[in-house]
C-alpha cells in the first residue's frame, strides 16, 4: 500500500517504535481504520504501527504488513516498508532535508542537488567521495552521511532477505545495533551468528541457514540449538538437564529432517567443552544448567540454609489453633494441625499434597492464626493469574497475586500505547 506520512502520534527514540498517522488513496483500507476527521475531508487516512517508520511528508512509502485490533481501534501493523523518493528535484530535497541523513540539512541539501541534479542519490550510494567536492562537507562529515545513507540500504535489505522469515523491522533494527557494517555479510553467510541476538529463536535461524544452505555442523548452529534446548526445558519446569538427555533431544532438532546424519555426538560434546570454558553453560555432575540458572539455584540454597539456621519461634498456638477450627467451623486431622504448627515453628515450611489433600484449609487456618498473633503482612502468590485468583476466593484475602507481579518481574518492553496517545489533525 503507497502512502504518506500525515503526523507522528507517538516515537521511541531508543527502539524507533513509531505510531503515526499515514494518508493513502489506495481505497482498499478499511472503513473502521480510516480517520473520521480526515475523512470529512475527502482523505483515507489511517494509524499506523512499527519500528524507524520514516516521519516525513517528503517521500512515498510503500508499506506490507496487516490490519491489527487494539484498544484504539484498527491500526495497520507494519512488516515492512520500502521508501520511494521522486526522482525530481522537489522529491530529492526533500528527502536529503527530512533528517533521515546525519549532517544534510535544507542548505547543505541545495549544495548537494545544485552540484549532482537528479543523479544525486545515484552518487551517494555509488561514489559518496564525490561528496567532498561540495564546500562544508569534510571527511568526517562524509563519514556521516555514509553511515546513515548506507544505513537505510543496508536496513532495506535485510527486510526484503527476511522478510520470508516473518523478521519484523524491530528485529532488522536489532541486527543492525549488534552486527552494524557486517550485518548483510553476517544474515547471508554466517546466520547462525543470529543466535546472539536477543530475541531471535533458533528455530526462526536455523531455517534462515538451511535456506540458504549453511553448514548445517557450524558450531554456532550447534551452540544456538544447545541453548534452545535448555530454554524449553525450562518452560517445562526443569532447571538442569542430563547431559545424556539434552544429548539426545540436541541431536534430534539438529539432523531432523535428514536423509543421514549432519551432526554427531562428538561435534554435540566439542561445542558443549567450549560452551563450559567459556561459562556460558555449567557442568556439574552430569548436570547442565544455563550459568544463570545455575547461579540462582544457588543463590536460592544459600537463602534457604541461611534461613534455617535462624532461631526457632518459641510461639505457642495451640489455644489459636482451636479457635480457628471453631470460628472456621472446619475439623483438621492430626497431619494437617502439624502442618500449622511447622509454620510457626519454622522459618521455612514446605506443604505439599495432590489435589484435595486439604493444602487450602491448612493455608486458611495458618492465615487465621497469623492475623490474630503476628499481625505483620503477609504476601500471598501464585504461579499464575488464574492460581492467585483461586487462592484469592478460597482464602478470602483478595490481595494474592502472581508471582512474576509481587516480585516486580515484567515484560522488558511497555506497550507504548497504554503510555501515549495524542489526536493527530
Known amino acids: 500500500m503507497k502512502c504518506r506520512y500525515k503526523g507522528k502520534i507517538f516515537l521511541n527514540e531508543e527502539n524507533g517504535y513509531t505510531i503515526a498517522v499515514y494518508v493513502t488513496e489506495d481505497p482498499s483500507v478499511p472503513l473502521a481504520a480510516r480517520d473520521k476527521y480526515l475523512a470529512a475531508k475527502k482523505t483515507i487516512a489511517f494509524t499506523a504501527i512499527g519500528y524507524g517508520l520514516p516521519l516525513t511528508d517528503q517521500i512515498e512509502l510503500e508499506m506490507e504488513g496487516n490490519w491489527e485490533n487494539s484498544d484504539h481501534g484498527l491500526q495497520f501493523k507494519v512488516e515492512n516498508f520500502m521508501e520511494i523518493v521522486p526522482r525530481t528535484k522537489e522529491g530529492i530535497l526533500g528527502y536529503l532535508s527530512c533528517g533521515a541523513i546525519k549532517g544534510v540539512g535544507p542548505k547543505m541539501a541545495d549544495a548537494i542537488y545544485m552540484k549532482f541534479g ?55 533494527t536489532m ?131 541461611r534461613k534455617l539456621l535462624e532461631r526457632r519461634s518459641d510461639l505457642d498456638i495451640e489455644t489459636d489453633l482451636a479457635l480457628a477450627e471453631k470460628d472456621l467451623a472446619i475439623t483438621l486431622s492430626e ?54 485468583r483461586r487462592m484469592a476466593e478460597s482464602t478470602g484475602y483478595q490481595d494474592a497475586s502472581t508471582m512474576h507481579m509481587a516480585l516486580g518481574i515484567i515484560g522488558e518492553e511497555a506497550d507504548p500505547e497504554l503510555e501515549v496517545r495524542r489526536e493527530v489533525a
Open 118 to 172: 537528479l543523479n544525486t542519490l545515484e552518487v551517494m550510494e555509488n561514489t559518496p567521495e564525490e561528496l567532498l567536492k561540495i564546500r562544508g562537507i569534510s571527511e568526517k562529515k562524509l563519514a556521516g552521511i555514509k553511515e546513515s545513507f548506507g544505513k537505510n540500504k543496508v536496513f532495506r535489505e535485510l527486510m526484503t532477505f527476511l522478510a520470508p522469515y516473518h523478521v519484523t523491522p524491530k528485529k532488522v
Open 175 to 305: 541486527i543492525l545495533q549488534q552486527f552494524r557494517d557486517e550485518s548483510i555479510h553476517i544474515v547471508r553467510n554466517r546466520p547462525y551468528m543470529l543466535c546472539a541476538v536477543k530475541g531471535f529463536g533458533f528455530l526462526t535461524v536455523d531455517a534462515i541457514g538451511r535456506q540458504n544452505f549453511n553448514a548445517l555442523n557450524d558450531p554456532m548452529r550447534i551452540s544456538g540449538c544447545v541453548g534452545y534446548v535448555l530454554q524449553e526445558a525450562g518452560k517445562e519446569g526443569h532447571l538442569f538437564l542430563e547431559q545424556r538427555e539434552l544429548l539426545k533431544k540436541a541431536l534430534g532438532i539438529l539432523n531432523r529432517d535428514m536423509p543421514q546424519q549432519a551432526v554427531t555426538e562428538q561435534e554435540i560434546n566439542q561445542v558443549l567443552y567450549r560452551l563450559v570454558m567459556q561459562g556460558s553453560i555449567v557442568l556439574d555432575e552430569g548436570r547442565i544448567y544455563t550459568a544463570k540458572q545455575y547461579e540462582e539455584e544457588n543463590q536460592t540454597a544459600s537463602i534457604i540454609a
Open 335 to 388: 497431619r494437617q494441625r502439624e502442618a500449622v504448627r511447622m509454620v510457626f515453628h519454622s522459618p521455612v515450611s514446605i506443604i505439599t499434597g495432590g489435589p484435595g489433600t486439604g493444602k487450602t484449609t491448612v493455608l486458611k487456618v495458618i492465615l487465621y492464626i497469623h492475623k490474630r498473633l503476628v499481625r505483620t503482612q503477609v504476601q500471598l502468590m501464585a504461579p499464575t493469574g488464574r492460581a492467585a
